[in-house]
């Protein structure tokens, strides 16, 4: 079974700071890697996706890259703002089944 | 487009009690899918569709049971509920699978069993 690790937990940064949040899985055999932002209470909002033979995706100040070969994926994020306080998940698709496997998060504060 | 919506919002059960949470897309989504999000535990499969007509597992299906009425819609039922399924439900739907796979998701129920 994949298992998805999220590193750390939670994560406190002051404004204007450059960061990168950490995913890694156990299994290299996937179709995609989904990057989700999920606000106190709400659902979860679908940030980037990157396919199994792309090695990064930008959107905004948002740039997500993937090694499949090491089980490895981050999320960079310029510039942090106070708006970008929230927990960001991601998820991996393999390449057999329907399924999909989520790490825990980490909870990002950005502090003014 | 609303995308996907869930209903209800909230909802308290006492132990035992049967419900139905649903769940509806308007992007003509073939793929849809329910997840219970637990602290700690992350994300969990309960049950998905990959298609009109079909259901699967996923990973924690035990204690509910799902009908994919039609292709809009993929309702989650707990027969008697109990106390562990305390948690927030969240229905989502995908165009397919394999890379183009994105996922879109509802804003939740959360259910809290007494």
């Known amino acids: 079974k994949q298992e998805v690790t999220q590193i750390p937990a939670a994560l406190s940064v002051p404004e204007g700071e450059n960061l990168v949040l950490n995913c890694s899985f156990t299994d290299s055999a996937i179709y995609n890697l989904q990057w989700f932002r999920q606000d106190p209470g709400k659902g979860l909002t679908s940030l980037l996706l990157?396919?199994?033979?792309?090695r990064e995706q930008t959107s905004g100040r948002l740039n997500a890259s993937l090694d499949k070969s090491s089980g490895r994926s981050t999320l960079y994020i310029a510039a942090s703002q106070p708006g970008d306080s929230a927990t960001y998940l991601c998820a991996v698709s393999p390449n057999t089944g329907n399924q999909f496997y989520f790490g825990t998060g980490t909870s990002l504060t950005v502090i003014p | 487009n609303a995308g996907v919506t869930q209903t209800p919002k909230f909802q308290v059960l006492k132990t035992g009690q049967s419900m139905t949470l649903q769940c509806a897309q308007d992007?003509?989504?073939?793929?849809m899918y329910w997840y219970r999000q637990d602290p700690g535990m992350g994300l969990r499969l309960i049950y998905y569709s990959a298609s009109e007509g079909t259901t699967d597992k996923g990973e924690v299906p035990n204690g509910y049971n799902v009908s994919r009425l039609n292709k809009r819609e993929f309702s989650l039922r707990l027969e008697s509920a109990a106390p562990s399924q305390t948690s927030v439900y969240f229905c989502?739907?995908?165009?397919?699978?394999?890379?183009?796979?994105?996922?879109?998701f509802g804003p939740g129920t959360r259910l809290t069993v007494l």
């Open positions: 992007m003509n989504h073939n793929s």
């Open positions: 989502a739907s995908s165009q397919g699978s394999g890379a183009y796979n994105e996922q879109f």
């Open positions: 990157i396919q199994s033979s792309q």
